[in-house]
């Protein structure tokens, strides 16, 4: 027997011993951490269950930390449900306060954190009630800074940019702010598509957490290469009022607008791009110039989906009415977007969504191409491309009065990767129609004319589901088309925050 391999082994019998005694320690330290936490849970509860009718009665709410950052009448708005049912509170109305007070100070955009605490008054007045609780709640406060900049890309639909903003945040104590965003975008490599500069200013109403007041003066143009080659430039001041509720809140958006733009198309020449759109159609030529524009927007909205990329649960439902006021470009417009995701395994969730629009001109005065629908492209109906749909002149686009898109798509996880990796594999069947009313035959209404053989694809692709965007590579197929829609067969790539 060879004595010093005998001495090692039994070393590392003896190492591998105490290895094990180690590991066995830590696990029964962590279950006994685990029954502390457990145990201390359960008398919470369980207090919190036998008290939960006892009176309460605030005597003060401490404000630490930054407090005189905030005017006294907009913390007091924020802070209100801690005080305002002092003769019948209860400890379990109370808690649910407290969560409002919280929600209300995140939703104003004035804070980065906050933490309450709380603590009972050691000595009982004669005032106090039999059995109360009497409790000082101390609120801490950590402000948003200042002032803000942010440099960097954005990716819409379609679209990228790079931006500069710059904010200057609660300006007066209750929630303010003025905001300036800069951009350039582009829809091609290397070639400028769009500018705009924006300047807002935002603040709650009243001191009000749910109602919001934003104020915008802006400037943008862009190159439009999918119809007859021109920039539209749009300088515009706007006023929203708008409510603020959060989708945990499970509550219906509103919001109005009052829009009034000068808007110009300036048609130019083109510079060869891949639509070769290189003629003017007689319809821009007309609009082209200044046309001003004042309308009233009405926008509903309702958003109960897990996350916006591609939701697993929920619903999102959307609708907005414009009346436009000015003579030469009167017109009512509606628009309504719904859409649903449902989870049928742990890996596979199903997408439906739809959409429509109707553009109706009023005293006979015409539509503005701006304001005209438009319908094609990677991000709704795949397999045509952007604006591809609809009615044409002299093979261009014009755009439509009426539209409907709908699409269906069933998302998996990709082959050999987690189901938790953003990789998903997708298949999705995409339709839609756009029509004017100048298209109308004999007999025709614009409804029949919408959902009578709609232009339908389909097609799989390779879906990346990012946090700011999703990413889709897609091989699509067209099924049915008019005369005029212009087809995408083949690969097609598509980037944003919202798809058919």
Not at 222 to 233: S, V
Request: with cysteine; proline share 3%.
């Amino acid at each position: 027997m060879n004595l010093e391999e005998t001495h090692s082994d039994r070393f590392m019998e003896t190492f591998g011993t105490g290895q094990t005694k180690k590991d066995e320690h830590e696990k029964l330290e962590l279950a006994r951490q685990e029954l502390i936490i457990d145990y201390n849970r359960k008398v919470l509860e369980k207090t919190l269950e036998d008290n939960a009718t006892r009176p309460v009665r605030v005597q003060q709410v401490n404000v630490i930390g930054g407090a005189h950052k905030y005017r006294d009448a907009f913390l007091a708005r924020q802070l209100q449900p801690l005080l305002c049912e002092n003769g019948g509170l209860t400890l379990e109305k109370f808690l649910k306060n407290v969560d409002i007070s919280t929600l209300n100070l995140t939703k104003t955009g004035a804070i980065d954190n906050i933490g309450m605490s709380f603590h009972l008054l050691p000595n009982r007045g004669s005032y106090s009630w039999p059995n109360a609780l009497d409790l000082v709640t101390n609120v801490q406060l950590k402000p948003v800074n200042k002032f803000f900049m942010k440099v960097g890309t954005n990716i819409g639909n379609g679209e990228g940019d790079g931006y500069v903003t710059l904010q200057w945040r609660n300006i007066f104590g209750g929630a303010e702010c003025l905001n300036l965003d800069t951009n350039l975008t582009s829809n091609n490599i290397k070639a400028k598509s769009k500018s705009q500069y924006l300047l807002s200013y935002t603040s709650p109403i009243l001191n009000h957490p749910d109602f919001k007041y934003e104020g915008l003066v802006y400037h943008s143009s862009r190159l439009a290469d999918y119809t007859t080659y021109h920039e539209q430039i749009i300088n515009g001041i706007t006023n929203r009022f708008s409510t603020n509720y959060l989708t945990i809140e499970n509550k219906f958006n509103h919001q109005i607008s009052f829009e009034n733009l000068l808007r110009r198309i300036k048609l130019a020449h083109s510079p060869g791009n891949y639509r070769n759109t290189s003629l003017i159609n007689d319809y821009h030529l007309y609009n082209a110039g200044d046309a001003l524009k004042s309308s009233i927007v009405y926008t509903i909205s309702h958003d109960s989906r897990d996350q916006m990329i591609i939701p697993r649960a929920g619903h999102f439902f959307k609708s907005s009415l414009e009346l436009s006021l000015l003579p030469g470009s009167r017109f009512v417009k509606g628009q309504t977007e719904l859409s649903t995701a449902k989870t049928i395994t742990e890996t596979a969730t199903l997408n439906a969504c739809f959409k429509t629009g109707l553009l109706k001109a009023l005293q006979g005065d015409g539509v503005h191409p701006m304001d005209k629908f438009q319908l094609g492209g990677a991000n709704d109906v795949r397999g045509f491309l952007m604006s591809g749909l609809g009615p044409k002149q002299m093979g261009l686009t014009i755009g439509g009065d009426a539209f409907i898109g709908f699409g269906l798509s069933l998302f998996e996880k990709m082959p050999f990767v987690s189901k938790e990796s953003n990789f998903k594999v997708h298949g999705f069947l995409n339709g839609g129609n756009l029509v004017n009313f100048s298209d109308l035959g004999k007999g025709e209404n614009i409804i029949d004319k919408l959902i009578n053989y709609p232009s339908l694809s389909t097609g799989l692709g390779i879906v990346y589901a990012h946090p700011a965007a999703r990413f889709e590579l897609n091989f699509v197929v067209p099924l049915t088309c008019h005369a005029g829609d212009e087809m995408r067969k083949g690969v097609q790539y598509g980037i944003g925050v919202s798809f058919l």
